[in-house]
T-cell receptor, first 117, second 111 residues
Framework: GAGVSQTPSNKVTEKGKYVELRCDPI?????LYWYRQSLGQGPEFLIY????????DSGLPNDRFFAVRPEGSVSTLKIQRTERGDSAVYLC???????????????FGPGTRLTVL | AQKVTQAQTEISVVEKEDVTLDCVYE???????LFWYKQPPSGELVFLIR??????QNEISGRYSWNFQKSTSSFNFTITASQVVDSAVYFC????????FGAGTRLTVKP
């Protein structure tokens, strides 16, 4: 079956602009996660959704970052007033959440490489 | 505090050598899960293994094996008879509710 998909694969924007990054999880997966990966680092947790609601958004760095999942499937990560420091690969993952907690295996998408000039 | 340490930043081996990637973790929880992921040059994280804190049995899958030792808070990964296709960045991760990744170990296998 299809894995996690993310669009666009690359996004170049100018400082101060608004961007949206999209994630389409594996069909049937109720949990969806966003991570940010800077060069030479491991993925850093941003937010996760159980269904339509954000169960934990403690990783969002500031209020310029926001994510939604209105129908419990596709999610959009939104970044306002982008800064050069936002440049990174943004990874999305999904899991079945069968155990009721975010410790199930997460399956990752290919990521969106965001470059802020 | 929850923490994952992969002390080896880069490892280079010649094909057919065995190689072990180290992972040491810290958590206050008694129930947690440990993971290994592979990130090849294409960039996509590939799941390799998930292990819960109550299962200390070592696991073998083909050329891959994992050694989980709670006494030393380690979850090391060994590749036997390495191949060029094993070249990638490998991440160890810990989840006790929050998922935290180590910084990764870049493995280069030379022909």
């Amino acid at each position: 079956g299809a894995g996690v998909s993310q669009t666009p694969s690359n996004k170049v924007t100018e400082k101060g602009k608004y961007v949206e990054l999209r994630c389409d999880p594996i069909s049937g997966h109720t949990a969806l996660y966003w991570y940010r990966q800077s060069l030479g680092q491991g993925p850093e947790f941003l937010i996760y959704f159980q269904g339509t609601g954000a169960a934990d958004d403690s990783g969002l760095p500031n209020d310029r970052f926001f994510a939604v999942r209105p129908e419990g499937s596709v999610s959009t990560l939104k970044i306002q007033r982008t800064e050069r420091g936002d440049s990174a690969v943004y990874l999305c993952a999904s899991s079945l959440m069968a155990s009721g907690s975010p410790t199930d295996t997460q399956y990752f998408g290919p990521g969106t490489r965001l470059t802020v000039l | 505090a929850q923490k994952v340490t992969q002390a080896q930043t880069e490892i280079s081996v010649v094909e057919k050598e065995d190689v072990t990637l180290d992972c040491v973790y810290e958590t206050r929880d008694t129930t947690y899960y440990l993971f290994w992921y592979k990130q090849p040059p294409s960039g996509e994280l590939v799941f390799l293994i998930r292990r819960n804190s109550f299962d200390e049995q070592n696991e073998i899958s083909g050329r891959y094996s994992w050694n989980f030792q709670k006494s030393t808070s380690s979850f090391n990964f060994t590749i036997t008879a390495s191949q060029v296709v094993d070249s990638a960045v490998y991440f160890c991760a810990l989840s006790d509710g929050d998922m935290r990744f180590g910084a990764g170990t870049r493995l280069t296998v030379k022909p």
